[in-house]
Protein backbone atom coordinates (compact mmCIF):
# COMPACT_ATOMS: atom_id res chain seq x y z
CA UNK A 1 0.00 0.00 0.00
CA UNK A 2 1.22 3.30 -0.73
CA UNK A 3 -0.59 6.38 0.88
CA UNK A 4 -1.25 5.35 4.30
CA UNK A 5 -5.34 5.84 5.04
CA UNK A 6 -6.43 8.02 8.13
CA UNK A 7 -10.06 7.53 9.55
CA UNK A 8 -12.24 9.03 12.18
CA UNK A 9 -14.75 6.66 13.34
CA UNK A 10 -17.94 8.57 14.20
CA UNK A 11 -21.44 8.84 14.90
CA UNK A 12 -22.75 11.81 16.96
CA UNK A 13 -24.70 9.73 19.01
CA UNK A 14 -23.09 7.68 22.03
CA UNK A 15 -23.20 3.82 22.53
CA UNK A 16 -23.59 3.77 18.50
CA UNK A 17 -20.64 1.09 18.42
CA UNK A 18 -17.62 3.49 17.39
CA UNK A 19 -15.12 2.13 19.45
CA UNK A 20 -16.56 -1.56 18.97
CA UNK A 21 -16.19 -1.10 15.20
CA UNK A 22 -12.85 0.43 15.33
CA UNK A 23 -11.56 -2.19 17.88
CA UNK A 24 -12.82 -4.93 15.47
CA UNK A 25 -11.89 -3.16 12.16
CA UNK A 26 -8.42 -2.74 13.13
CA UNK A 27 -8.09 -6.15 14.41
CA UNK A 28 -9.36 -7.49 11.19
CA UNK A 29 -6.75 -5.29 9.09
CA UNK A 30 -4.17 -6.35 11.39
CA UNK A 31 -4.58 -9.81 10.71
CA UNK A 32 -4.85 -9.50 6.57
CA UNK A 33 -1.30 -8.17 7.24
CA UNK A 34 -1.86 -4.56 7.25
CA UNK A 35 0.24 -2.30 9.52
CA UNK A 36 -2.21 -0.54 11.62
CA UNK A 37 -2.61 2.07 14.50
CA UNK A 38 -5.82 2.65 16.62
CA UNK A 39 -5.79 6.22 17.93
CA UNK A 40 -8.07 6.34 20.95
CA UNK A 41 -9.06 10.37 20.52
CA UNK A 42 -11.79 9.61 23.27
CA UNK A 43 -10.16 11.57 25.87
CA UNK A 44 -11.41 11.34 29.42
CA UNK A 45 -13.30 8.43 28.80
CA UNK A 46 -11.53 6.30 26.69
CA UNK A 47 -12.60 2.60 25.91
CA UNK A 48 -10.55 1.62 22.85
CA UNK A 49 -8.02 -0.32 25.63
CA UNK A 50 -10.99 -1.97 27.04
CA UNK A 51 -12.17 -3.39 23.42
CA UNK A 52 -8.90 -4.04 22.53
CA UNK A 53 -8.12 -6.27 25.71
CA UNK A 54 -4.76 -3.92 25.77
CA UNK A 55 -5.90 -2.85 29.65
CA UNK A 56 -2.76 -4.22 31.07
CA UNK A 57 -0.70 -3.38 28.28
CA UNK A 58 -0.78 0.40 27.86
CA UNK A 59 1.97 1.54 29.92
CA UNK A 60 1.64 5.21 28.61
CA UNK A 61 -0.91 7.32 27.27
CA UNK A 62 -1.17 10.36 24.69
CA UNK A 63 -0.47 12.55 27.63
CA UNK A 64 3.10 11.22 28.14
CA UNK A 65 4.10 12.45 24.78
CA UNK A 66 1.87 15.69 25.23
CA UNK A 67 4.06 16.50 28.68
CA UNK A 68 7.04 15.36 27.10
CA UNK A 69 7.55 12.21 29.44
CA UNK A 70 8.29 9.78 26.65
CA UNK A 71 8.75 10.77 22.59
CA UNK A 72 5.53 9.73 20.31
CA UNK A 73 6.45 6.20 19.22
CA UNK A 74 6.97 4.83 23.00
CA UNK A 75 3.10 5.82 22.98
CA UNK A 76 2.36 3.72 20.48
CA UNK A 77 1.67 0.18 22.21
CA UNK A 78 1.73 -3.02 20.01
CA UNK A 79 -0.89 -5.28 20.74
CA UNK A 80 0.30 -8.25 22.55
CA UNK A 81 -0.63 -11.16 19.61
CA UNK A 82 -1.88 -9.65 16.89
CA UNK A 83 1.01 -8.42 15.04
CA UNK A 84 0.58 -5.18 12.76
CA UNK A 85 -1.65 -3.84 15.79
CA UNK A 86 -0.88 -0.55 17.94
CA UNK A 87 -2.97 1.42 20.10
CA UNK A 88 -2.39 4.90 20.92
CA UNK A 89 -4.17 5.20 23.94
CA UNK A 90 -6.07 8.33 25.19
CA UNK A 91 -5.14 9.86 28.89
CA UNK A 92 -7.42 8.14 31.47
CA UNK A 93 -8.48 12.42 31.52
CA UNK A 94 -9.33 14.85 29.57
CA UNK A 95 -5.92 17.01 28.19
CA UNK A 96 -5.57 20.15 26.46
CA UNK A 97 -4.90 20.03 22.83
CA UNK A 98 -5.49 21.63 19.57
CA UNK A 99 -6.22 20.96 16.41
CA UNK A 100 -2.70 21.42 14.78
CA UNK A 101 -0.77 19.21 17.15
CA UNK A 102 -3.39 17.32 17.07
CA UNK A 103 -2.21 17.00 13.05
CA UNK A 104 1.34 16.50 13.44
CA UNK A 105 0.25 13.64 15.91
CA UNK A 106 -1.53 12.05 13.13
CA UNK A 107 1.07 13.18 10.25
CA UNK A 108 3.21 11.19 12.22
CA UNK A 109 1.33 7.99 13.15
CA UNK A 110 0.34 7.87 9.47
CA UNK A 111 4.29 7.24 8.52
CA UNK A 112 4.22 4.21 10.09
CA UNK A 113 1.17 2.78 9.63
CA UNK A 114 -0.92 1.56 6.81
CA UNK A 115 -3.78 2.77 8.35
CA UNK A 116 -4.79 4.95 10.83
CA UNK A 117 -8.23 4.83 12.96
CA UNK A 118 -9.23 7.23 15.03
CA UNK A 119 -11.92 6.86 17.33
CA UNK A 120 -13.98 10.09 17.92
CA UNK A 121 -16.05 10.59 20.87
CA UNK A 122 -19.63 11.51 21.02
CA UNK A 123 -20.87 14.07 20.23
CA UNK A 124 -20.29 16.73 17.40
CA UNK A 125 -18.46 19.43 18.88
CA UNK A 126 -14.25 19.82 20.34
CA UNK A 127 -14.19 16.66 20.54
CA UNK A 128 -15.16 15.80 17.08
CA UNK A 129 -13.35 18.44 15.44
CA UNK A 130 -10.33 16.95 17.04
CA UNK A 131 -10.64 13.70 16.43
CA UNK A 132 -10.94 14.69 12.72
CA UNK A 133 -7.79 17.07 12.82
CA UNK A 134 -5.66 14.90 11.11
CA UNK A 135 -7.41 12.39 8.94
CA UNK A 136 -9.17 12.79 5.03
CA UNK A 137 -11.88 10.04 5.30
CA UNK A 138 -14.80 9.30 8.16
CA UNK A 139 -16.61 5.84 9.00
CA UNK A 140 -19.78 7.05 9.70
CA UNK A 141 -21.80 4.63 12.42
CA UNK A 142 -25.33 4.41 12.64
CA UNK A 143 -27.80 2.38 14.46
CA UNK A 144 -31.09 1.46 12.43
CA UNK A 145 -33.36 4.01 14.74
CA UNK A 146 -34.19 7.23 14.20
CA UNK A 147 -32.02 9.18 16.59
CA UNK A 148 -29.17 6.97 15.61
CA UNK A 149 -29.71 7.49 11.75
CA UNK A 150 -30.12 11.52 12.44
CA UNK A 151 -27.27 12.19 15.02
CA UNK A 152 -24.89 10.00 11.93
CA UNK A 153 -26.49 12.66 9.73
CA UNK A 154 -25.79 15.18 12.02
CA UNK A 155 -21.86 14.11 12.26
CA UNK A 156 -21.44 13.54 8.58
CA UNK A 157 -22.61 17.20 7.97
CA UNK A 158 -20.08 18.38 10.42
CA UNK A 159 -17.49 16.66 9.36
CA UNK A 160 -17.85 17.95 6.01
CA UNK A 161 -17.63 21.39 7.57
CA UNK A 162 -14.31 20.25 9.53
CA UNK A 163 -12.61 19.29 6.12
CA UNK A 164 -13.54 15.41 6.38
CA UNK A 165 -16.11 14.90 2.98
CA UNK A 166 -15.20 11.71 2.13
CA UNK A 167 -17.16 9.89 4.44
CA UNK A 168 -18.32 6.08 4.35
CA UNK A 169 -21.34 4.68 6.15
CA UNK A 170 -21.67 1.89 8.32
CA UNK A 171 -24.79 0.53 9.85
CA UNK A 172 -24.48 -1.76 13.16
CA UNK A 173 -26.30 -3.66 15.22
CA UNK A 174 -28.58 -4.61 12.49
CA UNK A 175 -31.08 -7.51 12.96
CA UNK A 176 -31.68 -8.78 9.33
CA UNK A 177 -35.05 -10.63 10.68
CA UNK A 178 -36.51 -7.76 12.17
CA UNK A 179 -35.92 -5.77 8.61
CA UNK A 180 -37.09 -8.06 6.79
CA UNK A 181 -40.54 -8.09 8.62
CA UNK A 182 -40.78 -4.67 8.01
CA UNK A 183 -39.97 -3.80 11.39
CA UNK A 184 -36.92 -0.98 11.84
CA UNK A 185 -34.84 1.09 9.15
CA UNK A 186 -34.18 -0.54 5.94
CA UNK A 187 -30.69 0.02 4.80
CA UNK A 188 -31.52 1.96 1.78
CA UNK A 189 -33.16 4.59 4.40
CA UNK A 190 -30.58 4.64 6.54
CA UNK A 191 -27.65 5.52 3.42
CA UNK A 192 -30.64 8.35 1.86
CA UNK A 193 -30.95 9.83 5.25
CA UNK A 194 -27.13 9.85 5.87
CA UNK A 195 -26.44 10.20 2.59
CA UNK A 196 -23.15 8.68 2.31
CA UNK A 197 -22.07 5.20 0.94
CA UNK A 198 -22.80 2.38 2.57
CA UNK A 199 -19.02 0.16 3.23
CA UNK A 200 -21.30 -2.50 5.27
CA UNK A 201 -23.28 -3.26 7.99
CA UNK A 202 -22.76 -5.43 11.00
CA UNK A 203 -25.32 -7.66 12.80
CA UNK A 204 -26.45 -7.57 16.11
CA UNK A 205 -23.61 -10.17 17.97
CA UNK A 206 -24.13 -11.75 21.72
CA UNK A 207 -20.27 -12.64 20.85
CA UNK A 208 -19.34 -9.36 21.59
CA UNK A 209 -20.96 -10.01 25.49
CA UNK A 210 -19.37 -13.38 25.44
CA UNK A 211 -15.99 -11.92 24.66
CA UNK A 212 -16.26 -9.75 27.26
CA UNK A 213 -16.42 -6.54 24.35
CA UNK A 214 -12.86 -7.82 23.85
CA UNK A 215 -12.99 -7.82 19.75
CA UNK A 216 -9.40 -8.74 19.44
CA UNK A 217 -10.39 -11.97 20.92
CA UNK A 218 -13.40 -12.00 18.89
CA UNK A 219 -11.46 -11.28 15.71
CA UNK A 220 -8.85 -14.21 16.27
CA UNK A 221 -11.41 -16.79 16.84
CA UNK A 222 -11.40 -19.88 14.07
CA UNK A 223 -14.62 -19.62 13.70
CA UNK A 224 -15.92 -16.36 12.94
CA UNK A 225 -20.05 -14.93 14.61
CA UNK A 226 -21.50 -13.09 12.42
CA UNK A 227 -20.61 -10.03 13.27
CA UNK A 228 -17.50 -10.32 13.36
CA UNK A 229 -17.89 -11.59 9.77
CA UNK A 230 -19.55 -8.53 8.90
CA UNK A 231 -16.42 -6.36 10.56
CA UNK A 232 -13.95 -8.89 8.40
CA UNK A 233 -16.05 -7.55 5.29
CA UNK A 234 -16.01 -4.01 5.72
CA UNK A 235 -12.03 -4.54 6.38
CA UNK A 236 -11.69 -6.21 3.05
CA UNK A 237 -13.48 -2.99 1.50
CA UNK A 238 -11.16 -0.61 3.18
CA UNK A 239 -8.46 -3.03 1.76
CA UNK A 240 -9.74 -2.28 -1.78
CA UNK A 241 -11.26 -5.72 -2.40
CA UNK A 242 -14.80 -6.54 -3.84
CA UNK A 243 -16.80 -7.76 -1.32
CA UNK A 244 -20.86 -8.36 -2.29
CA UNK A 245 -22.67 -6.31 0.46
CA UNK A 246 -25.90 -8.30 0.57
CA UNK A 247 -28.53 -8.58 3.88
CA UNK A 248 -29.06 -12.00 4.96
N1 LIG B 1 -23.04 -5.28 16.65
C1 LIG B 1 -23.20 -5.30 17.98
N2 LIG B 1 -23.87 -6.32 18.59
C2 LIG B 1 -24.05 -6.33 19.93
N3 LIG B 1 -23.59 -5.37 20.76
C3 LIG B 1 -22.91 -4.34 20.21
C4 LIG B 1 -22.68 -4.23 18.82
N4 LIG B 1 -21.95 -3.11 18.59
C5 LIG B 1 -21.77 -2.53 19.80
N5 LIG B 1 -22.34 -3.25 20.78
C6 LIG B 1 -22.36 -2.93 22.21
O1 LIG B 1 -22.87 -1.60 22.35
C7 LIG B 1 -22.27 -0.95 23.47
C8 LIG B 1 -21.73 0.41 23.04
O2 LIG B 1 -20.66 0.22 22.11
P1 LIG B 1 -19.44 1.24 22.00
O3 LIG B 1 -18.55 0.71 20.96
O4 LIG B 1 -18.85 1.50 23.35
O5 LIG B 1 -20.20 2.55 21.49
P2 LIG B 1 -19.60 4.03 21.28
O6 LIG B 1 -18.13 3.94 21.18
O7 LIG B 1 -20.24 4.51 20.02
O8 LIG B 1 -20.06 4.83 22.47
C9 LIG B 1 -21.21 -1.91 24.00
O9 LIG B 1 -21.75 -2.60 25.10
C10 LIG B 1 -20.97 -2.88 22.84
O10 LIG B 1 -20.57 -4.16 23.28
MG1 LIG C 1 -16.60 4.93 22.28
Same mark, same amino acid.
Given at each position: ??????????????????????????????????????????????????????????????????????????? @???????? #????????? /? +? $?? =? &?????????????????????????????????????????????????????????????????? @???????? #????????? /? +? $?? =? &???????????????????????????????????????????????????????????????
Amino acid at each position: MDEPLAYVVASGKGGSGKSTLCAGLASALALSGKRVIALDADFGMRNLDIYTGMCENTLFDLSDYLLGRVPLREV @VTPHHEIR #NLSLVAAPA /R +G $IE =L &DTETMGRICRELRSWCDFLLVDAPAGIGEGLRLAAAGVDKALIVATPDLAGVTDAQNAARVLAGYG @VENASLLV #NRVRPKLIS /R +G $IG =L &DLDAIIDTVGAPILGYVREDDGMLRHRQNLCEMMTQRRLSPGAKDIQNIAKRMSGERVALKLR
